[in-house]
């Protein structure tokens, strides 16, 4: 069966200093891979998504993450975080197949002291 | 704002109510879902609808009670739930089922008591 795993469930940054999320999932086939959002009080919001080619993928709000085929891993980065960037953060991935169903990883809360 | 709206955004409810959540798209697509969100969990699917015929139940109680009246609407309906039924749940769309960017609503807040 598929999963996802987010090695840390809480990590506490201050202003500026730089971002990585990890992200490892286990499927030997073709995934599609998503990092979502949920900031506090918010609905969950696609940050970005892979589904082939490049495997640098750039997103929304200076956040990027590289797709490691032979790492099983999708980690998150932002060279440079603000205090809006507190939220929860979720990996998911999908073996892109008919249904098309998603498998969430735990989530990462991230704390950004001002 | 996604497009998928959901209400009610919180509900209380007693273990021998029946009550309903509602989800509503506006973005046109093919394919609706629920999941549930706890605590320190996974979000977990429960399930898929694809133009209105429910594709995948991944083994939900009976408790929950999925109705898909067309591709716009997607209700769960609740009935003797218990106390660890208590979660967020969430309703998601996307353009099909094989497409998988999913358009997740805000979310409706279950308390049972």
């Known amino acids: 069966a598929q999963s996802v795993s987010q090695h840390n469930h809480h990590v506490i940054l201050s202003e500026a200093a730089s971002l990585e999320l990890g992200c490892n999932y286990s499927y030997g086939g073709t995934v599609n891979l998503f990092w979502y959002v949920q900031y506090p009080g918010q609905h969950l919001q696609l940050l970005l998504k892979y589904f082939s080619g490049d495997p640098l993928v750039k997103g929304i709000k200076g956040f990027e993450a590289e797709f490691i085929k032979s790492k099983f891993s999708f980690n998150l980065r932002k060279p440079s975080v603000q205090w809006s960037d507190t939220a929860e953060y979720f990996c998911a991935v999908s073996n892109g197949g008919s249904q098309g169903n998603l498998i969430f990883g735990k989530g990462t809360k991230l704390s950004v002291k001002p | 704002e996604t497009g998928v709206t959901q209400t009610p955004r919180h509900l209380v409810m007693g273990m021998t109510n029946k009550k309903s959540l509602k989800c509503e798209q506006h973005?046109?697509?093919?394919?609706m879902y629920w999941y549930k969100q706890s605590a320190k969990k996974p979000l977990e699917l429960m399930f898929v609808?694809?133009?209105?015929?429910?594709?995948e139940n991944n083994s939900v109680p009976s408790r929950f009670s999925p109705e898909c009246p067309n591709s716009s609407h997607l209700f769960l309906h609740l009935h003797t739930l218990q106390p660890e039924d208590s979660a967020l749940y969430l309703c998601?769309?996307?353009?099909?089922?094989?497409?998988?960017?999913?358009?997740f609503g805000p979310g409706t807040r279950l308390t049972v008591l």
């Open positions: 973005l046109g697509h093919n394919a």
């Open positions: 998601a769309s996307s353009q099909d089922s094989g497409t998988n960017t999913q358009y």
């Open positions: 609808y694809s133009l209105e015929e429910r594709v």
